[in-house]
Nanobody, 120 residues
Framework: QVQLVESGGGLVQAGGSLRLSCAAS????????MGWFRQAPGQEREFVGI???????TFYADSVKGRFTIDRDNENTAYLEMTRLKPEDTAVYYC??????????????WGQGTQVTVSS
């Protein structure tokens, strides 16, 4: 089964930056998209952003637009660069993969998450 592994989380002060990575266990060049989500304690998982492998087009949630940037290499890794971090960005961050384009919004694979904590 395909595995996604997030890394790069940690503790950072407000206004700082972190770069998260999501490495897939196989090449992703033929996949449809990779997405980033986050979940804070006591809250439901929320969408952060997405990158489409073919062409690299991105889309972001309003809460992070202008501060976060998603990128990817041409093999198996997606990245989430977070800048000007705020305490409300504190959450477990997850990456997800969609292998083919369909009308469904389901994601095929999920990583186990990496903790990001932003102190005030």
């Amino acid at each position: 089964q395909v595995q996604l592994v997030e890394s790069g989380g940690g503790l950072v002060q407000a206004g700082g930056s972190l770069r998260l990575s999501c490495a897939a266990s196989e090449r992703t060049f033929s996949w449809y998209a990779m997405g980033w989500f986050r979940q804070a304690p006591g809250q439901e998982r929320e969408f952060v952003g997405i990158i489409y492998w073919n062409g690299g087009r991105t889309f972001y949630a309003d809460s992070v637009k202008g501060r976060f940037t998603i990128d990817r290499d041409n093999e198996n890794t997606a990245y989430l660069e977070m800048t000007r971090l705020k305490p409300e960005d504190t959450a477990v961050y997850y990456c997800a993969a969609r292998t083919v384009a369909t009308m469904s919004s389901e994601w095929d694979y999920w990583g186990q998450g990496t903790q990001v904590t932003v102190s005030s």
